[in-house]
């Protein structure tokens, strides 16, 4: 017997969210149809100019916006932002640091802080 593979797909959110894009600002044709692993493999190697614009230019999901933020996604929700902002809405935030970014920057900056100490402490004890 002989095994055919069958090609992987995957629905369009999962690929947006792979491509780190917000979906509802992609493509029609990319938000209707099903995208299969080569298809996500060529738009990862050679993104078309919508990707590189929304890459670029936004509205950027949560994950995206935090990162830029340099705070988590819970501390996203607590400073009110709900919705996908762009760059530019990023770079205001970023400029006139309200307090709750302030302070979910230096709650950032803890965490990240004990989990290198708990790393740390963890590779002590495997020596």
Do not use: C
């Amino acid at each position: 017997m002989t095994s055919h593979k069958t090609t992987q797909t995957m629905k369009p959110a999962t690929a947006a969210k792979k491509l780190g894009v917000y979906l509802p600002a992609t493509p029609t044709e990319f938000q209707e149809g099903v995208v299969s692993r080569n298809e996500l493999n060529a738009l990862q190697a050679d993104p078309p100019e919508w990707l590189q614009e929304l890459r670029r230019n936004g509205p950027h999901p949560r994950p995206v916006v935090a990162a830029k933020l340099g705070v988590s996604i819970a501390g996203l929700a607590r400073g009110g932002v709900t919705e996908a902002l762009t760059t530019e809405q990023i770079d205001a935030l970023k400029n006139d640091m309200p307090e709750w970014l302030r302070k979910e920057r230096a709650t950032q900056a803890e965490v990240r802080k004990e989990a290198a100490r708990i790393k740390e402490k963890n590779a002590q004890q495997d020596a």
